[in-house]
């Protein structure tokens, strides 16, 4: 495998190919994936000294108007590492020392719970 890059603070209309000629100055590249809407990809050059290269090159440089963070890619954390979907944990019972919150409902529209239409 060769050297994984996270490329930060793209632009939401950068294409595949426009990151794949920049990198392709540093090295082989074997990949390139932008996650689409969230302003950030991974490449992968066939070495982890091209990598090393085009990391120490680009990050901090200008790409279609953007200032690039580039870093070494960190492995994907596993589900129980992420908590497993328990959105914040806890529940309303146990495992806390704040007490349940309370629905006061209704209100005037003005702020918090649910308003009626």
Known sequence: MGGRLYVGNLTYSVTNEQLRELFSSYGEV???N???GKGFGFV????PEEAA???EALNGSDFIGRTLRVDEARPPKSRDERGG???GGGGRSGGSDRPPRRDYGGGSGSGGGRGRY
């Open 30 to 32: 074997n990949q390139v």
């Open 53 to 55: 290269k085009a990391k």
């Open 44 to 47: 992968e050059l066939s070495t």
């Open 34 to 36: 932008i996650i689409e």
């Open 85 to 87: 979907g328990s959105y």
